[in-house]
Each structure stands twice: as structure tokens, then as C-alpha cells.
């Protein structure tokens, strides 16, 4: 039941706009909804620099990394950090740039179809219990605005860019997502 006149922003969440966003194309039914891992730099906590790629706004010289990434243009619907905090950066409603070259189930171009959610960790650190609680929170809440994303339809990075990419990665516990989700169904 998507809202016809609903903005896409969530409630109870911190909201930062970012310019890396565009409409999705007409009559496109959402439902797919992507998990990632994102650290800035690799393997470092907290910080501002999640936030300051989503805007574009991340110096160069603030870490060797950087150098690399900071002309990306990209954005992700929403982000969990690692105390659980939520910070959306796009409507969900709108395409947000997150997937890139991506497949699922046959249908290319994700990011058309799809909501994505970055958890801030990596492949090799696991997620907190925190992270766990609310990803599974915001996924039933974005079920009630897009019933078509059911919990077959949930797919890591890696899923739909093999090869190209190992996101959320190997220590994220989806076996432990699910039991969350029967929990609050």
C-alpha cells in the first residue's frame, strides 16, 4: 500500500538529503530491498564519513582511501550504524544510486526496483546485536508501504553484483536476520 501522496521519509529517523538521487522510472513497482556494508575508512567506526560520501562531500585528503572515492556519486536509502542509530539519506520512493551494475532474478538495474539499506560494518567485523533489532524493525516497516518486497526478495549486495562486489559479507548472520524477522511478523 504505497502511499500515493506519502514523501517517502521516514519517521524517527535522522534525515540528511542526498543530492546522489533520481525518479524512478514510471510505473516501476518496488520490490526488492538490498542489503550492504559500508566503512569509511575500511574497517573504522563512527565518524562523519558515511554521511560526507552521500553528499559528496568527502575530502581527499582526510585518508589515503579517500583519494580513490571521494568523486563517487552514490547514496543508499537508508544506513544503520553500529549503536543502531537510523539515518536516511534518500525517499524511499525515489531511486537512491546504491546497486550499480546489478541483476536479480533476471531483471538488471536494482537500484530502479529496489530499497537499499547500508549497515555500517564490514565483511569481516560482525554486525551488532543492535543493528540486527533495528534492520529488522525497518524492514517490516517498510513492508507495510511496499507488501510486493516479502522476505524472499531480500538479497545481499553480493547477490546481485557477484563477482564485483561481497557485501554485506560473510559476517553477516542472515540466518539470524530471518529468526528476527518470524519474530516480528
Not at 517517502?8 to 538521487?21: A, E, I, K, T, Y
Not at 559500508?38 to 560526507?52: E, H, K, N, V
Not at 536509502?77 to 536479480?104: K, M, N
Request: aromatic residues 10%; negative net charge; hydrophobic residues 30%.
Amino acid at each position: 500500500m504505497s502511499l500515493p501522496n506519502w514523501s517517502g521519509w521516514l519517521d524517527g529517523v535522522r534525515h540528511c538529503p542526498s543530492p546522489n538521487q533520481d525518479d524512478r522510472p514510471e510505473s516501476c513497482q518496488i520490490d526488492l530491498l538490498v542489503i550492504h556494508g559500508i566503512s569509511l575508512p575500511p574497517d573504522q567506526y563512527g565518524g562523519p564519513w558515511i554521511d560526507r560520501l552521500f553528499l559528496n562531500q568527502l575530502p581527499p585528503d582526510a585518508h589515503p582511501y579517500f583519494a580513490d572515492i571521494h568523486r563517487l556519486r552514490v547514496s543508499t536509502h537508508l544506513l544503520i550504524r553500529r549503536d543502531g542509530e537510523r539515518v536516511q539519506y534518500v525517499p524511499l520512493t525515489r531511486r537512491a544510486w546504491h546497486a550499480g551494475q546489478s541483476c536479480f532474478a533476471g531483471r538488471e538495474c536494482c537500484n530502479d526496483y529496489s530499497i537499499g539499506i547500508e549497515l555500517e560494518g564490514s565483511d569481516t567485523t560482525p554486525y551488532t546485536a543492535s543493528q540486527y533489532q533495528v534492520l529488522a524493525q525497518t524492514i517490516r516497516e517498510i513492508q507495510t508501504y511496499y507488501p510486493t518486497i516479502s522476505d524472499e526478495r531480500i538479497t545481499g549486495h553480493s547477490d546481485i553484483a557477484p563477482g564485483r562486489k561481497t557485501d554485506p559479507g560473510p559476517a553477516f548472520d542472515w540466518d539470524y536476520l530471518k529468526r528476527l524477522l518470524a519474530q516480528n511478523h
